[in-house]
């Protein structure tokens, strides 16, 4: 046996995006103890930085030492309480295991289905939430990578408010990517990833609760059944004030690379990166356009940084996906679920929302697609592409 050294990729999937060099330089630092006063500054700048990053004064703001599915996790054990009914807005893979989540808290799911690929309806929330008066709970997913639609998080939110519910919203692919303003449209509790639109490592959950979903928690009749995710346990590590008492290990220097992920982000403003993922996405969008392939979602519902597009008649899914990585180390993302096999997901995430990487993934597809006889107009994609970029 020997090292692994991975090979080179262009990371275009769902998740995780490419990540810049310097979160993986910032995560080589030498590992120094997770209580060592050195660390513990280290963490309330994570916690400020990541504030801004959320748009939230949020004193519950913090990474879970987890993927982002151990953040959903969080949320749904600290918030729901056996016999609770919780309204779970579906459009997508993730509303699902929402479900899974509420369930397994002894709670009961009622769940507003939306077509895969569409935003989730305000109206049929407001419906579901009339038709069930004890529902306490609103919870949702704001940008859904499995099909690439973005729900208006503001509005489901006002709509829960209207009837005193409170929400949990999934922002795993939105943080970095799109407008998200946790205080302003009154997000209770909050969880994202840090692989995705961050370009960090995978492998942390960096999650918020607003101070009533704080006294919810603290209200709770029974203890949170999950030890790890216990957020009263957490507090204690990482809360304000106290000292700081041993939960778990932190994984320092996974902490170093979200904190230089973080910087990034802000030295670059949250604006300008909105900005790029939108300008990066009409340009990949008029590339593939050009070659006579169409986006799923309609476009006033659309995910800069997740662009689902069907695969043209007669192409073969798993072929193409496959060629795409051996001939120029791309890797684009399959369907998933309602969509497997009908569509293909190009991501333009975090610091993979570049020219360099629009221009590749158009190129490459039409190598791939030409080659395997596919009927797709050609020598029209980089044109189309540049002249967004030049416009
Ligand atoms: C990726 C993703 C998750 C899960 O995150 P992991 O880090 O893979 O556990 C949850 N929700 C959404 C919307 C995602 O895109």
Not at 313 to 335: K, N, P, W
Request: proline letters at 5%.
């Amino acid at each position: 046996m020997n090292s692994f050294h991975p090979p080179q990729r262009v990371l275009m999937g769902p998740g995780p995006s490419d990540v810049y060099p310097r979160v993986l330089e910032a995560l080589g630092r030498p590992t120094i103890g997770h209580l060592d006063p050195d660390f513990v500054g280290l963490m309330n700048d994570i916690k400020s930085l990541l504030q801004y990053a959320l748009q939230t004064d949020n004193a519950l703001t913090l990474p879970i030492s987890a993927p982002g599915s151990a953040g959903m996790e969080a949320c749904f054990a600290n918030l729901v309480e056996s016999g609770d009914e919780v309204v779970i807005c579906q459009n997508g893979v993730f509303g699902g295991r929402m479900k899974e989540n509420v369930e397994r808290c002894g709670a009961t799911a009622i769940m507003v289905q939306d077509d895969w690929g569409r935003a989730v309806t305000p109206d049929k929330l407001r419906q579901a939430l009339q038709d069930n008066p004890n529902a306490t709970l609103v919870a949702f997913v704001h940008a859904e990578t499995s099909t690439g639609a973005r729900s208006d998080a503001a509005t489901l939110c006002e709509i829960a408010r209207e009837f005193d519910c409170m929400t949990i919203v999934d922002g795993v692919t939105s943080v970095g990517g799109i407008e998200l303003a946790l205080d302003k449209w009154g997000i209770d509790a909050f969880y994202s990833g840090t692989q995705k639109c961050l370009s960090c490592i995978p492998g942390l959950s960096p999650v918020s609760f607003s101070e009533r979903a704080v006294a919810r928690i603290q209200g709770r009749e029974t203890p949170v059944q999950s030890w790890f995710l216990d957020m009263k346990l957490i507090l204690g590590y990482w809360g304000e004030g106290q000292t700081r008492a041993y939960h778990h290990t932190a994984p320092v220097n996974s902490m170093y690379a979200l904190h230089e992920a973080l910087l990034i982000l802000r030295e670059e403003g949250l604006e300008k990166a909105w900005k790029r993922h939108a300008l990066h996405h009409e340009a990949l969008k008029a590339g593939l356009e050009a070659m006579g392939m169409s986006l799923v979602v309609p476009v006033e519902e659309r995910l800069p940084q997740l662009n689902a597009v069907s695969i043209p008649e007669g192409v073969d899914d798993a072929s193409t996906r496959s060629a795409l990585l051996q001939q120029f180390g791309l890797e684009i993302g399959a369907g998933l679920g309602a969509l497997a096999g009908k569509v293909w997901r190009i991501g333009l995430m975090g610091c993979s929302a570049n020219r360099r990487n629009v221009i590749l993934c158009l190129s490459a597809l039409e190598s791939v697609l030409s080659a395997s006889g596919a009927s797709i107009a050609k020598g029209a994609a980089l044109e189309a592409a540049s002249g967004v970029f030049n416009d």
